[in-house]
């Protein structure tokens, strides 16, 4: 009989501003699951954005090393 653990992280971050956003989406690149909150409704979507603009910058720059 094999027996498996799973084991799943969670990082929470407070404020996804400038440096929230980062450590968000550097904790999403290593694996985890990542949890963002913020006071104003407002504010959570500005952080989105900030999220979505760094991973497709990111994705482009993958595409261009994949075809080089």
């Given at each position: 009989?094999?027996?498996?653990?799973?084991?799943?992280?969670?990082?929470?971050?407070?404020?996804?501003?400038?440096?929230?956003?980062?450590?968000?989406l550097?904790?999403?690149?290593?694996?985890?699951?990542?949890?963002?909150?913020?006071?104003?409704?407002?504010?959570?979507?500005?952080?989105?954005?900030?999220?979505?603009?760094?991973?497709?910058?990111?994705?482009?720059?993958?595409?261009?090393?994949?075809?080089?």
């Amino acid at each position: 009989v094999r027996c498996s653990i799973i084991v799943r992280f969670q990082v929470g971050v407070i404020g996804l501003g400038l440096m929230g956003h980062g450590i968000g989406l550097v904790s999403a690149q290593g694996g985890y699951e990542v949890v963002g909150i913020e006071t104003k409704k407002e504010a959570l979507e500005a952080g989105k954005k900030r999220i979505t603009a760094s991973l497709n910058k990111l994705l482009s720059k993958v595409g261009r090393c994949a075809t080089a």
